[in-house]
Nanobody
Framework: QVQLVESGGGLVQPGASLRLSCATSGRTFSINNAPMGWFRQAPGKEREFVAAISRSGGDSTYYADSVKGRFTISRDNAENTVYLQMNSLKPEDTAIYYC?????????????????????WGQGTQVTVSS
């Protein structure tokens, strides 16, 4: 059983920063071997891709155009945790943010941006950007 638990969301003003964390656990699971991603879902909208990082060994990253230059995805293999640093937040960043992990075979250096590329999901953490 693989569990993902997001934290770090909250209510902030436009221009502020937040860092989301995704703590992972599982008897045979290690983020060292798993591509990871962040997605978000705003009220009344479909869930959308935000950022992804490949399995260790490549550490390639990929971002949605809407967050490129403002958000950074990273991993701490020792802590089995993935982070999403969000800077210069805008009201349109308001959403529930979900962490996702790929459990299937993956290729080193390849990032995955589709929901169906991932096998495990967290419950989400709310981010609200409002003045």
């Amino acid at each position: 059983q693989v569990q993902l638990v997001e934290s770090g969301g909250g209510l902030v003003q436009p221009g502020a920063s937040l860092r989301l964390s995704c703590a992972t656990s599982g008897r045979t699971f290690s983020i060292n071997n798993a591509p990871m991603g962040w997605f978000r879902q705003a009220p009344g909208k479909e869930r959308e891709f935000v950022a992804a990082i490949s399995r260790s060994g490549g550490d390639s990253t990929y971002y949605a155009d809407s967050v490129k230059g403002r958000f950074t995805i990273s991993r701490d293999n020792a802590e089995n945790t993935v982070y999403l640093q969000m800077n210069s937040l805008k009201p349109e960043d308001t959403a529930i943010y979900y962490c996702a992990a790929r459990g299937r075979r993956s290729i080193t250096g390849v990032v995955y941006a589709g929901e169906y590329d991932y096998d495990y999901w967290g419950q989400g953490t709310q981010v609200t950007v409002s003045s």
